[in-house]
């Protein structure tokens, strides 16, 4: 019944900041899927019998790989698969899915923030047994093998039902489709006040949480509204469809304009969150206040204490290089140790299994806990909603109260995207040659003191991973950092994210695009956007 089918490499299935990312047609090329498929398995070792994880987002072609995935896991040996109901699992659920279930790892089929459909984006990520997404080493021997596979290996057995809950055979192997939401939900329960919360709301306290028609839907509304008491409705967008309603379902001002719009009404809610196509990220906004994902990370850690998961305190916070350095400022008071990490999730596994760090964060909407090994977008706002319960505050009198005590990391991100590959590549070229120029010289946004690429160093197993980015660091603290985004399929993005620390003493109330303009302009200056890209403004801000 297992059949062994000839192949040859595909030279583009090299995974990015997170898993493999295509365009769908790519995907259906005759081979694609599958021969990603069996590279990961190539590259895992005594798995024999034991047990996968495998869920998905819901995006078009999620069913379609799923049937192919399963096939392939029981003519590779695998013992069994646990699969969504639907061939659903957000990607903290996944996560959380793997460490409960002892299993050997899992697939995750995702292209996160980025659109679904027939015209739009695919995507497969492997996570290892930590829940976490596989590490550098292990994604570019996966990368390897998909330059050199000749077969893949697939049993032949016409669909399984992945839409009844049950066990059920395929060849050797069992196939047990579980609720994607119970485990994820029972969790939840574990690490919060759910009583606090529920008071909270029945006191009279109003939220608003836009699952932009994707995977976060059916938690949100079990959490929110079922366990919590929210009034029905609170959850928006609650069914995931497979084009996510030809939204993109990235949480950010463009994308989640309508909740952002309603937070700033005059009948506002108290509270308003969004979540990505994964279910991993968090918009944060608050009745009339917006909160940057660099800014949430630091008030989620200062008052992470007052959630019951986190009452006997944080063991250390980490943070990817671009994120602005607002979180520093709380590790120092705390008296933690911080660690700066490259941009992508897989990078603080080893800090987290190490009880080194307890909370990680990106700028890009990502923030979580040792509770996975992913970020978490249902978590954060549960955790800022202990938090306001905690302190019967809102979120602009905690704002204000933070940077106060903290001083304040005025931060944005510019995004350029759809550059033509050769453009990009020619700007991070011209910027990393005129690297040992920089410091002393003097721009719009001050002195520069010192400019590098930067390097990482996993301080549990010392593997090196370089050319994460190029920062620019003024005299002043300001900074300014240069990356090309590795999750995109279309041409290269340009990712440029500009900081500027105002202390406790300075003005605290200013317009973000006011504070930054002086180092806006100086990015334009250091690396002539406008000339190698043709664009003169970015995108997308965030
Ligand atoms: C982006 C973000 C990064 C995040 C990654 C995956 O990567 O910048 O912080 O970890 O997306 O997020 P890049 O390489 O495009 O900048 V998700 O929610 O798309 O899995
Ligand atoms: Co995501």
Same mark, same amino acid.
């Given at each position: 019944?297992?059949?062994?089918?000839?192949?040859?490499?595909?030279?583009?299935?090299?995974?990015?900041?997170?898993?493999?990312?295509?365009?769908?047609?790519?995907?259906?090329?005759?081979?694609?899927?599958?021969?990603?498929?069996?590279?990961?398995?190539?590259?895992?070792?005594?798995?024999?019998?034991?047990?996968?994880?495998?869920?998905?987002?819901?995006?078009?072609?999620?069913?379609?790989?799923?049937?192919?995935?399963?096939?392939?896991?029981?003519?590779?040996?695998?013992?069994?698969?646990?699969?969504?109901?639907?061939?659903?699992?957000?990607?903290?659920?996944?996560?959380?899915?793997?460490?409960?279930?002892?299993?050997?790892?899992?697939?995750?089929?995702?292209?996160?923030?980025?659109?679904?459909?027939?015209?739009?984006?695919?995507?497969?990520?492997?996570?290892?047994?930590?829940?976490?997404?596989?590490?550098?080493?292990?994604?570019?021997?996966?990368?390897?093998?998909?330059?050199?596979?000749?077969?893949?290996?697939?049993?032949?057995?016409?669909?399984?039902?992945?839409?009844?809950?049950? @066990?059920?055979?395929?060849?050797?192997?069992?196939?047990?489709?579980?609720?994607?939401?119970?485990?994820?939900?029972?969790?939840?329960?574990?690490?919060?006040?759910?009583?606090?919360?529920?008071?909270?709301?029945?006191?009279?306290?109003?939220?608003?949480?836009?699952?932009?028609s994707a995977v976060t839907g059916p938690y949100a509304?079990?959490?929110?509204?079922?366990?919590?008491?929210?009034?029905?409705?609170?959850?928006?967008?609650? @069914?995931?469809?497979?084009?996510?309603?030809?939204?993109?379902?990235?949480?950010?001002?463009?994308?989640?304009?309508?909740?952002?719009?309603?937070?700033?009404?005059?009948?506002?809610?108290?509270?308003?969150?969004?979540?990505?196509?994964?279910?991993?990220?968090?918009?944060?906004?608050?009745?009339?206040?917006?909160? @940057?994902?660099?800014?949430?990370?630091?008030?989620?850690?200062?008052?992470?204490?007052?959630?019951?998961?986190?009452?006997?305190?944080?063991?250390?916070?980490?943070?990817?290089?671009?994120?602005?350095?607002?979180?520093?400022?709380?590790?120092?008071?705390?008296?933690?140790?911080?660690?700066?990490?490259?941009?992508?999730?897989?990078?603080?596994?080893?800090?987290?299994?190490?009880?080194?760090?307890?909370?990680?964060?990106?700028?890009?909407?990502?923030?979580?806990?040792?509770?996975?090994?992913?970020?978490?977008?249902?978590?954060?706002?549960?955790?800022?909603?202990?938090?306001?319960?905690?302190?019967?505050?809102?979120?602009?009198?905690?704002?204000?109260?933070?940077?106060?005590?903290?001083?304040?990391?005025?931060?944005?991100?510019?995004?350029?995207?759809?550059?033509?590959?050769?453009?990009?590549?020619?700007?991070?070229?011209?910027?990393?040659?005129?690297?040992?120029?920089?410091?002393?010289?003097?721009?719009?946004?001050?002195?520069?003191?010192?400019?590098?690429d930067f390097a990482y160093t996993d301080p549990t197993?010392?593997?090196?991973?370089?050319?994460?980015?190029?920062?620019?660091?003024?005299?002043?603290?300001?900074?300014?950092?240069?990356?090309?985004?590795?999750?995109? @399929?279309?041409?290269?993005?340009?990712?440029?994210y500009i900081e500027r620390y105002v202390d406790q003493?300075?003005?605290?109330?200013?317009?973000?695009?006011?504070?930054?303009?002086?180092?806006?302009?100086?990015?334009?200056?250091?690396?002539?956007?406008?000339?190698?890209?043709?664009?003169?403004?970015?995108?997308?801000?965030?």
């Amino acid at each position: 019944m297992i059949q062994t089918v000839p192949t040859t490499p595909f030279n583009d299935q090299k995974p990015g900041t997170s898993g493999l990312r295509k365009k769908v047609r790519i995907f259906q090329q005759p081979h694609y899927a599958a021969n990603f498929v069996q590279s990961v398995f190539d590259c895992l070792t005594d798995f024999e019998g034991q047990t996968l994880v495998l869920g998905g987002d819901g995006r078009y072609l999620n069913r379609e790989v799923i049937q192919i995935v399963l096939e392939m896991a029981a003519a590779n040996g695998f013992g069994r698969v646990l699969v969504g109901q639907g061939g659903i699992l957000s990607t903290p659920a996944a996560s959380h899915l793997i460490r409960a279930s002892g299993a050997f790892g899992g697939l995750v089929l995702s292209a996160s923030h980025n659109p679904g459909g027939p015209d739009e984006d695919f995507g497969i990520k492997y996570n290892v047994g930590n829940g976490g997404p596989a590490p550098e080493k292990v994604t570019d021997a996966i990368h390897a093998r998909t330059l050199t596979i000749e077969q893949y290996r697939i049993v032949e057995a016409g669909d399984v039902d992945i839409d009844t809950l049950g @066990t059920s055979r395929l060849g050797d192997m069992t196939v047990e489709v579980v609720d994607p939401v119970a485990d994820y939900a029972d969790l939840m329960e574990t690490l919060f006040d759910f009583p606090a919360i529920r008071r909270m709301i029945s006191n009279g306290f109003t939220l608003s949480f836009d699952s932009m028609s994707a995977v976060t839907g059916p938690y949100a509304v079990e959490i929110f509204e079922r366990r919590l008491g929210a009034p029905k409705g609170t959850v928006r967008n609650a @069914t995931p469809l497979p084009d996510f309603g030809h939204h993109h379902p990235d949480p950010n001002l463009v994308h989640a304009k309508e909740l952002y719009d309603r937070m700033m009404a005059q009948d506002a809610p108290d509270f308003g969150a969004a979540s990505d196509g994964d279910g991993d990220r968090n918009l944060i906004i608050g009745r009339h206040c917006y909160v @940057t994902p660099s800014d949430s990370l630091a008030v989620l850690a200062a008052n992470a204490h007052l959630a019951p998961g986190y009452a006997s305190g944080l063991k250390g916070i980490a943070r990817s290089m671009p994120t602005s350095c607002a979180a520093d400022r709380v590790a120092e008071k705390l008296g933690i140790p911080l660690y700066e990490t490259p941009t992508g999730w897989k990078f603080f596994g080893n800090l987290l299994d190490a009880g080194m760090a307890t909370i990680c964060g990106e700028e890009s909407a990502g923030t979580g806990s040792d509770h996975v090994r992913e970020k978490d977008g249902i978590w954060a706002v549960l955790l800022w909603l202990n938090i306001l319960a905690a302190r019967g505050q809102g979120v602009a009198a905690i704002m204000a109260d933070h940077w106060a005590s903290y001083g304040r990391n005025y931060y944005a991100r510019h995004d350029y995207e759809a550059i033509a590959t050769d453009r990009a590549d020619a700007l991070m070229a011209a910027l990393r040659d005129n690297l040992p120029r920089l410091p002393g010289s003097v721009n719009s946004g001050g002195t520069i003191r010192s400019a590098d690429d930067f390097a990482y160093t996993d301080p549990t197993d010392q593997s090196v991973s370089r050319n994460q980015g190029v920062r620019v660091m003024f005299q002043d603290g300001s900074r300014i950092v240069f990356r090309l985004s590795g999750t995109g @399929t279309e041409g290269a993005t340009l990712r440029v994210y500009i900081e500027r620390y105002v202390d406790q003493g300075g003005d605290l109330g200013m317009d973000t695009g006011e504070a930054l303009a002086p180092l806006i302009a100086a990015a334009q200056e250091v690396a002539d956007i406008v000339g190698f890209t043709g664009m003169d403004r970015p995108s997308v801000i965030t």
